[in-house]
């Protein structure tokens, strides 16, 4: 759901050059600003098996590429107080947004992690998922409350945030790692079956020197495509914070 907000707010925010969201009888039509359209666009999977629908998904190189821009929220930066509805009257405590992404020489693969934890230090899934869901659904409805935290307070409230964002995200990190490794195997018994094929080939035809020759251009051909497949293997992970406020009790000034 969250990225049907950021991809339809990106656009309306760019209809001074070109971009536009029109309702349709099913979904969304789109228009990049770039001129490029997305007919019948839909956000989940359920609408996509109606014909005629349109799946955008982070799969979507453009809408990767809005992801990708998210700003980084760095350690000691003033984290805003907010009021969030139904939270807020419950329990307090830091919400905080993660990029947890794999970068490779072919690009990156990313999640996102919604953490939150109350002010005695305990991590709660639901209650952070509730949150984003509220950030998301009602970005005019939510209101201020006190002052935000600042200075070392700040740091503190960044590096518990963070500690338990890595201890949540290892499983996706691994997560991710795992897929790419599955890809680059899949990929490398692909190239060997497809050169061993063209070396049988190239055996069992012409003469003794051009079939030397044949079978050294193809040495050369598959050393080049290992030292490739090599360096795309090699994986970076990454974890930065997108977003962090204080959710505020109901009531609180500071």
Known sequence: YWTERMTLGYLRSQEAVGASVKP?????????PNGETCLAAVFNREDAERPGATLVSLEDERVRGLTNSLPVFAPGQPIPTIIVPDVSDKTSGVWSLWRISLHTSGGREQRFLA????????AFGPTARTIW??????????????DEISGSTAV??????????????????EELAAAHQMSIMRERKKGAHAFSSRRHAIERLGLPQVRAHRLGILE??????TRELTTREAALPELAAVLMVRVAPIGASA
Not at 133 to 146: C, F, K, T, V, Y
Not at 156 to 173: I, L, N, T, Y
Not at 220 to 225: H, K, L, P, R, S
């Open 24 to 32: 349709a009888v099913l979904g969304h039509d789109l228009r990049w």
């Open 133 to 146: 869901e509220r950030l998301i659904d009602l970005p005019n409805g939510l209101s201020q409350a006190g």
């Open 156 to 173: 503190d409230a960044f590096d518990a945030s963070r500690k338990a964002a890595e201890a949540q995200g290892a499983a996706v990190f």
């Open 115 to 122: 953490l939150f934890l109350a002010e005695d230090g305990r």
């Open 220 to 225: 050369d051909e598959e050393q080049a495509w």
